[in-house]
């Protein structure tokens, strides 16, 4: 049973919210805390742009008062693709929303992109003010028809497209209890296993802002700008904007993924109040306390375990003896206890949000919850003389406390009550406490990115700010949070620290010697594997690796125990020596019998690890022993095949008489024109890097000849003369060592040493081919070569050392595209082996190379944080309301019940122009009135105040309603190719054209259309404008496929153009060219 309830519960994994006076949900939790009220009271200069008329201003029924939330305008249109000219046409709501939507899952530690789950999202909005304040009469009306973010029942199906949501994606609207109501169908949904991860929330904001409102008597607003909730002074409440989103999970799922659970949900309900009540927008009772009493039910929870409820609290002297009535009816259904649980409202602190009420109550209690405090309801001294609180279970919260239990879990309820009747209860829980294993790498991986270089910084600073606020929050989970829970953007930054101190000291210090930062645009880079050879051995190569990758620690102990019986030793003793034993096992290794088995088991082991990250390798290369790793990691040998065969190679080598090789810095043609018949040509490495070899006695007078000539050359650690005619006397029994061994055809392909091309099937296959191998020139300038003719991709050295690294280098020009990086420092640095795998880790990433962050992990148990979410770089985009809508003001009148209501027929023209705005205010005051009531509306001095209107000078020099403004006001945004000027008289008219639909002052000829902020609608405006300038047939499907860049389209049109003059006559070019 306890199960089966464990398994209905849902988590509260991500939160984001903006509220009158709080930018975010800790600022808005700090004003709670603070009893800070946000309410803005206006002075009459304040109002100034609303042209209100000294009569209003001076009536005393007109409150000076809303909660208003700061910076509406402002949006980042450029981050969710939207152009300047569409993003000043949303409604702010749909801005705002779809901005907290990505927060909330930032918040929570999941991307769309990679998250393998549905997401489904749940929400409402108000009515759009924006639209008929501001709008309506400002722009084109088909721009308006074509404007879906006018409609607030696109809100949701708007975020799902955006962010790529695939759930379901369902507008709620229930007016007061819509975003309480969406988080109920959000935990259904989840229940159902519709989707995996689900949204919830909802967005209310009115424009104007800066605006009063009427106060009407036994009205639901307050007579002084203040809400009272359960105050005896309570006369009202106050509506504002504000709006949030939670991020839900199935319990179990956020506990198993390692989620930070704010809160849990245990059980929630909805219901109407259906007719039983004195009018439709009246508050029951009886419903109000059947849906607690529900919820409770479903939550599988007694009232008496239930310490806070935050109510629905609006502060109407009718509404809150309701409320708590209901409460305690349901209460008594469980409990007699008097005053043992708390209540509160947020409604004196921000208003009443509609839409959003709901939400900023759930939201207002997860805190509370999380961090275990009860919180005050400001603005109450005497008790409401309705209201009995002393034989209810109830009383009110005044003071911040602390929320002590008896060591059981807190829990609380939540109210939200909608006009209409229709109730929403939530039952939540603190979060469990969860213990995740404390196991982690001594080094951690910090990835920050942007869509901008200037977000970028800013992303950096609030990093920097968190880790000094919490200075002891585990870093191995703040970086897996940053790997797994962020969208990776073309704008990259690395760092790899220790600890948050050492973080800090990185951050603030920006050391470019451990920051790292590129400008990647997105494409998908494969990697190549290049595998050293012999030289770049040393004794504790990968110690570090060894003692804290399991996976790399398990592919050595498999190897070293494979090799033991060919080896006689356990070559772990040689990797791995004791402090007073590396002497002596650096020795061992320069014998060819040990240094090739391991060198094969640490870059064998290396790249086991780096693909179980994720890191494949698209092809291949080995220098001489190196190839053998290749042959391995393509499945041409089994591991125990090839490691008999490396040793069995090793311990022939190693028989022979011992040689000597020297690298030179000529190229093939010089070194061949210096070196004598008893030396040769082991290796060429690039057009300016040989090695040879030979007896030791031919070598040293090779080198004392080439020094005394001033020529760079530098002998290798080797004990032989290895790929010369010093081997030839076991290539035979080498041979024969392949007759037990099975090869297969590769199945990653790579280069071979010995022709410098493509390896065959045929070559894999065949002993001979690798007995040849040991005796032939390693063609390794020739090989790296064609990979780089072939990949634009990055070239990873797997192994010890820069050798091959800087062999590649050496073949790059001056525009290659190619990234070079190693994965174990050289002998001479003093690095730790950890820090400088994850540093290359954080370069491939860098380089777009996309981590498999699930197998980075396989080892550790680690969990989400809710770090900084994106900072988005809001620019304003708005349209501003012309005087006419401004500052037109109605006058009410409350006629008797029985009067009859006049025709519309009969009615003055005249009488009914009011506009958009002053229609909207009209509904809020009819509903705002307890009974029900005839309205009539007309206008005060209507003809003076149109006189007023038409007579203002400026009105004339006004643009028609009917004529969308076409002069680009905003700049181009930051894009991957700089601006280029059009070059002739077509590309600067196409680019003219853009630049009017667009909304931008500048489009260069190779700007693409969809990184300005272009789609699909917007396409057809542009298809429109190139019809109606260029009489041609464009196809739409051609422009969106073909020519999404000014100079493609000139192009296009250009042909188009051609084709049409030589259809005409020479009367009708002459007049086609006319027109033009």
Request: proline content about 5%.
């Amino acid at each position: 049973m306890e199960e089966s309830t464990v398994n209905l519960d849902i988590a509260i994994v991500g939160m984001s919210g903006r509220f009158p006076g709080a930018k975010n949900i800790e600022e808005f939790w700090q004003n709670i805390q603070n009893k800070v009220e946000s309410i803005s009271f206006f002075s009459n200069d304040d109002l100034a742009d609303l042209n209100l008329t000294a009569e209003v201003l001076n009536d005393p029924n007109y409150v000076k008062a809303a909660p208003i939330l700061p910076d509406i305008e402002h949006f980042d249109a450029r981050f969710f693709g939207y152009s300047p000219k569409e993003a000043e046409l949303i409604d702010p709501q749909h801005r705002l929303f779809i901005e907290c939507a990505w927060e909330a899952l930032e918040n929570a530690g999941y991307d769309p992109e990679t998250y393998n789950g549905l997401i489904g999202i749940y929400g409402g909005a108000s009515t759009n003010t924006y639209f008929f304040n501001n709008i309506y009469n400002n722009v084109n009306s088909r721009v308006i028809a074509n404007n879906y973010t006018f409609n607030k029942d696109f809100l949701t199906t708007n975020v799902s497209y955006k962010l790529n949501l695939k759930g379901p994606s369902i507008g709620v609207q229930t007016y007061c209890s819509t975003s309480l109501v969406a988080l109920h169908l959000a935990c259904k949904s989840l229940l159902d296993e519709e989707c995996d991860i689900a949204l919830a929330g909802g967005v209310t904001i009115i424009v104007p802002q800066n605006s009063g409102y009427y106060y009407e008597q036994d009205g639901i607003l307050s007579s002084d700008g203040h809400c009272r909730a359960f105050d005896a002074k309570a006369q009202g409440t106050i509506f504002g904007s504000g709006l949030g989103i939670v991020v839900l999970k199935r319990l179990n799922d956020a506990i198993a993924d390692g989620d930070y659970i704010h809160a849990v949900v245990k059980g929630s309900a909805i219901n109407n109040d259906g007719s039983l009540k004195v009018s439709y927008t009246a508050p029951s009772v009886n419903g109000q306390a059947e849906v607690i009493v529900e919820a409770l039910a479903n939550a599988g929870i007694d009232a008496d375990d239930i310490s806070y409820i935050e109510t629905h609290g609006t502060g109407t002297a009718a509404g809150d003896p309701v409320e708590i009535a209901a409460l305690t009816k349901a209460f008594r259904a469980f409990t007699p206890r008097n005053r043992f649980c708390a209540i509160g409202s947020v409604k004196p602190n921000i208003g009443h949000l509609d839409i959003a009420a709901g939400i900023a109550s759930l939201i207002k209690t997860v805190q509370a919850l999380k961090y275990k405090k009860l919180p005050p309801s400001i603005n109450f001294e005497v008790p409401n003389p309705e209201i009995d609180f002393e034989n209810s279970p109830f009383y009110v919260s005044t003071q911040l406390t602390d929320w002590k239990t008896n060591n059981t879990p807190r829990k609380a309820g939540i109210s939200s009550l909608g006009f209409g009747g229709t109730n929403a209860h939530v039952i939540l829980e603190e979060a469990p406490e969860v213990t995740y294993s404390d196991k982690y790498r001594p080094w951690q991986l910090i990835l920050l990115s942007a869509k901008t270089s200037t977000a970028l910084e800013s992303a950096t600073e609030n990093l920097l700010g968190y880790f000094k606020q919490n200075p002891e929050v585990n870093l191995a989970n703040v970086a897996y949070t940053l790997q797994v829970g962020r969208r990776g953007f073309n704008h990259r930054r690395i760092l790899v620290c220790q600890n948050v101190g050492d973080a800090v000291t990185v951050l603030e210090k920006q050391q470019q010697e451990r920051t790292f930062t590129i400008y990647q645009e997105h494409r998908e880079q494969p990697v190549i594997f290049m595998f050293s050879g012999q030289g770049s051995q040393y004794a504790n190569m990968g110690r570090e690796l060894y003692e804290s990758e399991a996976i790399f620690r398990r592919h050595v102990d498999t190897c070293a125990e494979i090799l033991q019986p060919h080896l006689g030793l356990d070559i772990r003793d040689l990797l791995f020596p004791k402090s007073e034993e590396i002497t002596a096992a650096n020795e061992k290794l320069q014998q060819t019998a040990f240094t090739q088995p391991a060198l094969f088991v640490i870059e064998y082991a290396l790249a086991k690890l780096l693909m179980s990250w994720g890191v494949l390798p698209a092809a291949m290369i080995g220098h001489s022993i190196g190839e053998y790793v290749a042959a391995a990691i393509a499945s041409v040998f089994s591991l125990e095949d090839v490691l008999f065969i490396v040793a069995k190679r090793g311990q022939l080598m190693q028989q022979l008489p011992p040689g000597s090789m020297l690298a030179i810095r000529l190229g093939e043609k010089e070194v061949r024109s210096l070196i004598s018949n008893s030396v040769e040509i082991a290796a060429i490495n690039s057009r300016t890097s040989c090695v040879v070899s030979g007896t030791k006695e031919a070598i040293a007078t090779l080198e004392n000849q080439l020094s005394s000539q001033g020529i760079e050359c530098r002998l290798l650690h080797t004990s032989h003369a290895f790929h010369s005619q010093m081997m030839s006397p076991i290539l035979e029994e080498f041979a024969r060592s392949f007759q037990k061994i099975k090869l297969n055809p590769p199945r990653i392909p790579f280069i071979s040493n010995v022709t410098g091309n493509w390896i065959t099937d045929t070559q894999a296959i065949n002993p001979n081919y690798w007995s040849q191998h040991l005796r032939q020139t390693v063609k390794f300038s020739d090989g790296i070569a064609q990979l780089l003719k072939e990949f634009e991709a990055v070239f990873l050295e797997v192994g010890p050392g820069r050798t091959l690294s800087t062999l590649t280098k050496q073949h790059l020009d001056i525009n290659a595209k190619q990234n070079i990086l190693t994965s174990l420092p050289h002998v001479q640095e003093q690095k730790s082996d950890v820090s400088f795998l994850l540093e290359t880790l954080g370069k491939l990433w860098l380089f777009g190379v996309n981590i498999d962050w699930s197998g980075f992990y396989t080892h550790e148990q680690r969990h989400r944080l809710p770090l900084p979410t994106y900072p988005f770089e809001r620019q304003r985009y708005w349209i501003d309301p012309k005087p006419s809508s401004a500052f037109l003001k109605t006058k009410l009148t409350t006629l008797d019940s029985t009067q009859e209501p006049k025709p519309l027929e009969q009615v003055d023209k005249q009488e009914l122009s009011i506009t958009p705005t002053e229609a909207i205010e009209v509904f809020q005051r009819i509903l705002s009135l307890e009974q029900p009531t005839q309205i009539t509306i007309s206008t005060v001095d209507n003809k003076g105040r149109q006189n007023y209107v038409f007579n203002l000078d400026y009105l004339a020099n006004l643009k028609s309603a009917n004529q969308l403004d076409p002069s680009p006001r905003y700049s181009r945004p930051q894009l991957s190719n700089p601006y280029l000027a059009p070059t002739n008289e077509l590309e600067k008219q196409i680019t003219e054209i853009w630049q009017e639909v667009l909304g931008i002052t500048e489009v260069g000829i190779y700007d693409n259309f969809y990184e300005l902020g272009g789609d699909s609608l917007i396409a057809t405006q542009l298809l429109s404008r190139l019809r109606a300038k260029f009489p041609i047939d464009l196809p739409l499907r051609d422009l969106l496929s073909q020519a999404m860049i000014p100079v493609k389209q000139a192009e296009m049109i250009e042909q188009l153009l051609l084709e049409k003059i030589e259809e005409l006559s020479e009367e009708e070019v002459e007049a086609f060219l006319a027109n033009q």
